[in-house]
């Protein structure tokens, strides 16, 4: 097992170096110091769990939400689930959802965690997923959190210095989505799916789009095309939408552009053998500080990129609705293809967006296995806004902000206020 899990550092290591688009000086000498730490440490007769435990510290400090370290089979099979949800409302840590018996602390503030700080447990969690996104580490934290969380039963303390002693669940729980709630808004449901939600209020509609995971979700949104049509003003809510195939946000979003779509600004790391040799002898016969600005010494160092304007086009949906008003929500569980949609709508001017900043993370992931059953995930492909700008753990900015509240509960008063608010 020692030999695999060393063999594993090292393709994590060097796969990141030849793929991860996000190089600075800086942390490639982080991630080399990283490198030999995990190195010494593994050689002390690590625990499979305290591998992965390592490896996901180490996959960390790339700080980017499409690079991970996914948990092989034999850990994966002795997870236990929370019998709760958790998310971060107005910055405290809450249970949203749960099983019956601890529905009476719905919605109140966490203090501890075994005796942990909320906002200690919660740094400790971005250690291990994705530093700059405690929202998006939090959800991944939960699909095994006893992995990281391994004392059964634990307790939690709220700030009302309430204390509950909590179990694990051997069977996860598919928690609803966050409900719209119809009726605050008085609206007629015209269909839901598990991909797609869309509701009439009064001559608007909410197309809450849940993900971009199945080629359904196009189908079904053009079925109602007649209605949408008709309609005044679309609200593309998509809050909590963690992405999938940025191609079916594309074809979407085609709806409201007479144009082939700017996507995207992309760049991948460069690959080419003789140039890497020609670099190599180069630097061979002069000094480092002779290159260091030198296209050369960049390449040789892993951040030669090829940048390039991407594009796509859905001829026979451009500009079906193109004249009707568009408002969008988003916040920071608005991830990955759901970022692409926004940011379609941000480079155009094309849609009133509301709620909070998104993720900051798009790009397409390699997917490489690993010896010890596991799989690394990493970031192949760098995106910059077709604007310019730099979103990368930054995310698309709202131009109304709107934040949900511990005092909404279940209601959903950001949806309320965004449709109340007049477009020009």
């Known amino acids: 097992m020692l030999r695999k899990m060393i063999l594993d550092m090292t393709t994590i290591y060097y796969q990141a170096l030849n793929l991860f688009p996000y190089w600075t000086d800086a942390l490639l000498k982080e991630w080399d110091k990283h490198y030999t730490d995990l190195i010494m440490t593994v050689t002390k007769d690590t625990s499979l769990n305290d591998f992965y435990q390592g490896l996901m510290r180490f996959v960390s400090i790339l700080d980017d939400g499409h690079s991970l370290v996914y948990l092989p089979k034999q850990i994966k099979e002795k997870t236990s689930y929370f019998p709760f949800k958790l998310e971060i409302i107005e910055d405290k840590l809450v249970i949203v959802a749960c099983t019956p018996d601890y529905k009476p602390y719905l919605f109140e ?13 919660l740094d400790l969690l971005c250690a291990h997923y994705w530093q ?3 929202s998006l580490s939090l959800i991944y934290f939960q699909h095994n959190p006893s992995f990281l969380l391994s004392e059964d039963p634990f307790t939690i303390t709220f700030e009302g210095n309430d204390t509950i002693a909590c179990r ?4 996860q729980i598919q928690w609803a989505d966050f409900p719209v709630d119809e009726s605050m808004i008085a609206g007629q449901l015209l269909f839901n799916s598990p991909h797609l939600l869309m509701i009439k209020v009064q001559n608007k509609h909410i197309v809450k789009i849940k993900d971009f995971m199945d080629q359904k979700l196009v189908e079904t949104f053009y079925q109602h095309l007649p209605i949408l049509q008709e309609s005044q003003e679309i609200i593309f809510d998509i809050r909590g939408n963690l992405g ?15 144009d082939p779509l700017h996507t995207e600004k992309v ?3 460069e690959s080419n053998a003789e140039r890497y040799a020609d670099t190599t002898q180069a630097l061979y016969h002069h000094t480092e500080d002779d290159y260091r600005n030198h296209e050369q010494f960049i390449y040789l160092n892993h951040q030669f990129l090829i940048e390039k304007d991407a594009f796509d086009s859905y001829a026979h949906r451009q500009g ?7 408002k969008l929500l988003i916040d920071r569980q608005t991830y990955s293809s759901a970022e692409n949609f926004a940011m379609l709508f941000d480079q155009n001017e094309r849609a009133l967006i509301i709620g909070e900043p998104t993720a900051g993370s798009t790009g397409q992931p390699a997917l490489i296995k690993l010896q010890t059953g596991g799989v690394f995930m990493v970031t192949a492909k760098k995106v910059i806004h077709p604007n310019g700008k730099t979103h990368h753990n930054v995310g698309i900015l709202p131009q109304v902000t709107l934040k949900r509240t511990l005092a909404d509960k279940n209601k959903d008063d950001v949806l309320k206020k965004a449709l109340a608010l007049i477009l020009d």
């Open 109 to 121: 503030p966490i203090k501890e965690i075994n005796g942990m700080a909320a906002d200690a447990f």
């Open 132 to 134: 700059s996104n405690v």
């Open 168 to 171: 694990f669940l051997r069977t």
């Open 244 to 258: 999938g195939n940025s191609g079916f946000a594309n074809e979407i979003a085609q709806a409201f552009f007479d």
């Open 267 to 269: 760049a991948y790391q």
């Open 320 to 326: 079906v609705l193109k004249d009707k008003k568009v």
